[in-house]
């Protein structure tokens, strides 16, 4: 495998952090942080790829993800494309496979890819020229999130070995929560996954994990709480009781922090369903919430993913130039 300018590994596409070397990880972690200024705002534009086009092709919502990738390509100096799909010929009948070779004769050099059926982004990726960057497939993986999960805690704890971390709620349907617990293990921390049993993933126990369902043991003595929001969109049935039950069992309040350490951080991907799986005080705490830190970091990731895989020398072709 060949290395790019700023030495990450050159990879074809990102469609996952599973399999992933903690090279790579951290290399990407490294240039991430290379785009932002010492005063913490992010760098401003450069035009390492100008001349290059990004296609967003989104089939599910999203306001992170798909603005901070038009952000940070922007920021290269890419020019960038948001399908709608919406308004496009998808409402037609046309398939995910004709729609993503249709793009791909336009001859993008990346197309980010969020849809709502696993493995669709790896389909895709065997067929296109171009770069394919997962931005979210089903309950699969969700790369980029974990990503700017681990710059953020990295800046703030220095490495992400030893740390202890829980990842708290609807873990069952959480492409975010499979694509941490990758991440945090390759990277040397230790997670617990804590939540009720009908949101755990059946084979929640080959994952490698302490697996709590109670906040009080889950919580105990952990560095980092990151909690997730119940991913309605993705249930076929009743999950919880009710909204009221499961925030007095799983809701992140004060109290339930105290279980945590002192200092640990309070981490969630967003959107938030504030009062659900988390309660505003705690959302909103100025000295251990790191929610918006997390999106600034979504930016320089994504800086540092699309530099990583279309670069340096790397023509829409994916040949060196
Ligand atoms: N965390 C995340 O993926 O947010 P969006 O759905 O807003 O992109």
Known sequence: MTSNRVGVPRLPHLLGIEGLSPETISGLLDL??????QNRSVAKRRDMLAGRTIINLFFENSTRTRTSFEVAAKR????????????????????????????NAMRPDAIVVRHHESG???????KV????????????EHPTQALLDAVTIRRRRGSLEGLLVAICGDIMHSRVARSN?????????????????????TDVHKMGVEVHYSMKTGLKDVDIVMMLRLQTE?????????????????????????YAKPDALIMHPGPMNRGVEIDSEVADDLDRSVIHEQVEMGVTVRMACLDALIGGNRNQFGAET
């Open 120 to 126: 669709a982004v790896n389909l895709l990726a065997q």
């Open 32 to 37: 991430s942080e290379t785009y932002i200024d």
């Open 129 to 140: 020229n171009c770069a394919v960057i997962n931005a979210g497939d089903g309950q699969h």
């Open 181 to 201: 617990i990758h991440l945090l293990q390759i990277m040397g921390a230790r997670v617990r996954v804590v939540g009720p049993p009908t949101l755990m993933p």
């Open 76 to 103: 290269l100096g890419a020019d960038v494309i948001n399908m709608d799909v919406a308004t496009s010929s998808v409402r037609k009948g046309e398939t995910l496979l004709d729609t993503a070779m249709t793009l």
């Open 234 to 258: 993705r249930m076929q049935g009743s999950f919880v009781p009710s909204i009221s039950e499961y925030f007095h069992f799983f809701g992140l309040d004060r109290v339930k922090l105290q």
